[in-house]
């Protein structure tokens, strides 16, 4: 079975960004290669419609043929969320949200206070939130008491190709949670969204470590098979780990 958010099953467990990309037709390929089926876009920073006189993603990406999940990004309030998700869902008339509210321009790092905030009257406004949050455990269990249908956890700063520096924060998430767990931020290739699902996440979510590569279509394609191959690690379980070398023929009388 594959990722399901908002009673709808997706085979691919990757989502990417569109942000950075040189072009929308970039973005166009880079998505196609990378077999997700659930494209984010930043209401704040890209045009779906609401800026009539500029090229429009949706030219280029159809919702017939992929989910845009809008997103607030870029957002330092909970009123400012808020009112982003709102021009979101009347531009795409879709309850399907990712929540972010950031600390400050610096770090990039959510705000755990606003986050809260913003999560729990969006939902009570019939918003299906999937939330970008700290690896605090216990406030990951409080998006998700107050209804969000998916808390995704950063695995390092937006934008910094570091991977994952906190495995521990995010295995007791994944431990603690009932719905599904997406690493959102910090991937930089490969081998990092491979440990991501090895882990046990649900899914990854990320868009610098196509973007911003020397061949964002090639690097794409790496991802989809990352998240397969973490996938199928995941569900097989690696062996037991031994202080001692061990033969790897049996041994014989």
Same mark, same amino acid.
Request: aromatic share 4%; charged share 25%.
């Given at each position: 079975?594959?990722?399901?958010l908002?009673?709808?099953?997706?085979?691919?467990?990757?989502?990417?960004?569109?942000?950075?990309?040189?072009?929308?037709?970039?973005?166009?390929?880079?998505?196609?290669?990378?077999?997700?089926?659930?494209?984010?876009?930043?209401?704040?920073?890209? %045009?779906i419609?609401?800026?009539?006189?500029?090229? %429009?993603?949706?030219?280029?990406?159809?919702?017939?043929?992929?989910?845009i999940?809008?997103?607030?990004?870029?957002?330092?309030?909970?009123?400012?969320?808020?009112?982003?998700?709102?021009?979101?869902?009347e531009?795409?008339?879709?309850?399907?949200?990712?929540?972010?509210?950031?600390?400050?321009?610096?770090?990039?790092l959510?705000?755990?206070?606003e986050?809260?905030?913003?999560a729990?009257e969006?939902?009570?406004?019939?918003?299906?939130?999937?939330?970008?949050?700290?690896?605090?455990? &216990?406030?990951a269990?409080?998006?998700?008491?107050i209804?969000?249908? &998916?808390?995704?956890?950063?695995? &390092?700063?937006?934008?910094?190709?570091?991977?994952?520096?906190?495995?521990e924060?995010?295995?007791?998430?994944?431990?603690?949670?009932?719905?599904?767990?997406?690493?959102?931020?910090?991937?930089?290739?490969?081998s990092?969204?491979?440990?991501?699902?090895?882990?046990?996440?649900d899914?990854v979510?990320?868009? &610098?470590?196509?973007?911003?590569?020397?061949?964002?279509?090639?690097?794409?394609?790496?991802?989809k098979?990352?998240?397969?191959?973490g996938?199928?690690?995941?569900?097989?379980?690696?062996?037991?780990?031994?202080?001692?070398?061990?033969?790897?023929? %049996?041994?014989?009388d």
């Open positions: 079975m594959g990722l399901i908002d009673n709808k099953t997706y085979s691919s467990r990757l989502i990417i960004g569109s942000g950075k990309y040189k072009d929308f037709e970039q973005t166009k390929k880079s998505l196609e290669a990378s077999g997700a089926e659930i494209i984010t876009v930043a209401i704040k920073r890209t %045009n419609g609401q800026e009539k006189t500029k090229k %429009n993603l949706l030219d280029y990406i159809s919702p017939k043929d992929y989910k999940l809008p997103n607030t990004a870029g957002c330092f309030s909970a009123e400012d969320a808020i009112r982003v998700s709102l021009l979101a869902r531009l795409l008339g879709d309850n399907l949200l990712k929540l972010e509210v950031l600390a400050d321009k610096d770090t990039l959510p705000n755990e206070e986050t809260l905030l913003a729990k969006l939902v009570k406004l019939g918003f299906s939130i999937m939330v970008y949050t700290t690896d605090n455990i &216990s406030l269990k409080s998006l998700e008491e209804g969000c249908i &998916s808390v995704m956890p950063l695995a &390092s700063p937006i934008g910094t190709g570091q991977g994952i520096i906190n495995p924060k995010i295995n007791k998430i994944i431990k603690n949670a009932n719905v599904p767990i997406i690493v959102d931020a910090g991937i930089g290739t490969a990092d969204a491979t440990i991501a699902m090895e882990m046990g996440c899914g979510l990320l868009n &610098s470590a196509i973007a911003m590569s020397d061949n964002p279509e090639l690097m794409a394609e790496a991802m098979y990352a998240i397969i191959s996938r199928k690690a995941y569900k097989a379980k690696r062996m037991n780990i031994s202080p001692i070398a061990i033969p790897s023929s %049996n041994k014989k």
